[in-house]
């Protein structure tokens, strides 16, 4: 009850500091970064549009959890969700009516880097500010969006990588790649962060294709892979849900995920969790989902015109076999 109480209460200074920001920055017209177009949470409540890539993956479906549970009325939040389907145009078309709306807030999880600078200038010069979660934008004018949230995935990469080398090294492993969907940020950087940390090993990467970061596209592509090739020795996934598809794929071909092909996935959500514990899976790194809290947060300090960090890093752990043992007990997604 108490927690409540304060909630409230901060919240009701929240809004009152808000009115009082805005009242200010409105008389400095084109501050740029003030509450926005509907008046900046001025009836109290921050009035968020949300547009999010899809529900491509269980680790998607655990981050929009996070979000909606997280920018409740009861936390001092009006959210508008839209999901893109995986597609840059729904997000563009969403953010253009968030901009209509004169939503107080505009956050977004780009599906792909390129592509954005227009939209978010139009945001702009609506005087809404723009919070990136999850994947990254390419514009070089980072006046475009106020903050930043989410894992670094070239170290992501480095880290699936690395464990790789440690393992198998010397023993002239040949590597096939599950990559995330193209020309996005996770996709890029977790095969950057890898390729840097098998350099200079006897592992090669004798194949790579896009799966999407889809169960079902990992399954075909992997499919296409043991057609191609009779000497893979390891599967590197740009996450937990292609490693599931290459499962089923490498079973249904005879063989013995995490013995006869090893299987390094991202993610780590309940599924590839389950099957690390299960031996299928060998070794997930972490990309933790749950935004919703620091969003929250970021918005709130956004509207009532604070100084937010430009790059907020969420950090990530990964998990052997044991590790996953420990672990998927309590696992919150
Ligand atoms: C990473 C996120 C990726 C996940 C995939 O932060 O963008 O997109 O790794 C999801 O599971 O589809
Ligand atoms: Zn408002």
């Not at 959210?79 to 004169?102: M, P, V």
Request: aromatic share 6%; proline share 2%.
């Amino acid at each position: 009850m108490a927690r409540t109480t304060l909630t409230r209460s901060v919240l009701a200074a929240v809004s009152a500091a808000a009115l009082f920001t805005l009242g200010a920055c409105a008389s400095d017209a084109g501050s740029g970064t003030g509450g926005g177009g509907g008046g900046g949470a001025d009836d109290g409540v921050i009035t968020l549009g949300f547009s999010q890539v899809g529900a491509e993956s269980g680790w998607r479906a655990a981050n929009t959890k996070s979000i909606q549970d997280t920018l409740t009325a009861d936390n001092g939040f009006d959210l508008k969700f839209s999901d893109a389907q995986q597609k840059q145009e729904n997000q563009i078309q969403a953010i253009r009516s968030y901009i209509t709306q004169g939503v107080d807030v505009i956050a977004f999880s780009p599906v792909v880097e390129t592509g954005w600078d227009a939209v978010l200038q139009e945001a702009k010069d609506a005087g809404i500010p723009v919070i990136l979660t999850d994947r990254a934008v390419d514009s070089e004018d980072e006046s475009l969006y106020e903050s930043f949230i989410g894992s670094d995935f070239v170290k992501e990469g480095q880290m699936a990588g690395e464990w790789v080398v440690d393992q198998y090294d010397g023993e002239g492993y040949k590597v096939v790649e599950l990559q995330g969907t193209t020309g996005a940020a996770p996709a890029i950087d977790r095969k950057e962060g890898f390729e840097s940390a098998i350099e200079g090993s006897d592992l090669e990467i004798i194949d790579s294709q896009t799966g999407n970061f889809t169960r079902a596209e990992g399954k075909t592509v992997m499919e296409g892979f043991l057609n191609k090739h009779d000497d893979i020795d390891l599967v590197y996934a740009h996450n937990d849900d292609m490693g599931l598809g290459a499962i089923e794929a490498i079973e249904a071909a005879g063989m013995t995920p995490g013995e006869d092909i090893k299987i390094v996935t991202v993610d780590a959500v309940k599924d590839g969790m389950q099957a690390l514990v299960d031996g299928k899976i060998n070794y997930i790194v972490e990309c933790n989902p749950l935004l919703g809290p620091d969003l929250a947060e970021i918005a709130k300090k956004v509207v009532a015109g604070e100084e937010v960090e430009k790059r907020i890093v969420v950090e990530d752990q990964a998990f052997d076999q044991e590790a996953a043992k420990e672990a998927l007990p309590t696992r919150e997604y």
